[in-house]
Nanobody
């Protein structure tokens, strides 16, 4: 499966952005996650949603992950953005997995999109 991330851009502190991840095939059987990598830092988990949509994981309440299987898409709604949210955001996927516990580990995700840059100014 191929993934295409979009929706990044420039924002000011307090703004909201919605990132989108589109897959090249039916997204239904895939667990999907969002990760981010700030300049000079390691890639970190942001949010994930299981293939069943039975459970989501998120690092904080400002970020919400949503999936729309009818559009083969998973979005990341980011509210009240802060300068420390500046990073390249990647969507990733793996086939199947736990119905209730979508992984937070980047090594579990073999499929990755190209990333979309989010820059938040103070």
């Amino acid at each position: 499966v191929q993934l295409q991330a979009s929706g990044g851009g420039l924002a000011q502190a307090g703004d909201s952005l919605r990132l989108s991840c589109i897959t090249s095939e039916r997204i239904n059987p895939y667990t999907v996650g969002w990760f981010r990598q700030a300049p000079g830092k390691d890639r970190k988990f942001v949010a994930s949603v299981s293939w069943s949509s039975a459970h989501v994981e998120s690092v904080n309440a400002r970020f919400t992950i949503l999936r729309d299987n009818t559009k083969n898409a998973v979005s990341l709604q980011m509210n009240n953005l802060r300068p420390e949210d500046t990073a390249i955001y990647y969507c990733a996927a793996y086939l199947g997995g736990s119905k209730y516990y979508p992984s937070r580990m980047s090594n579990d995700y073999p499929y990755w999109g190209q990333g979309t840059l989010v820059t938040v100014s103070s």
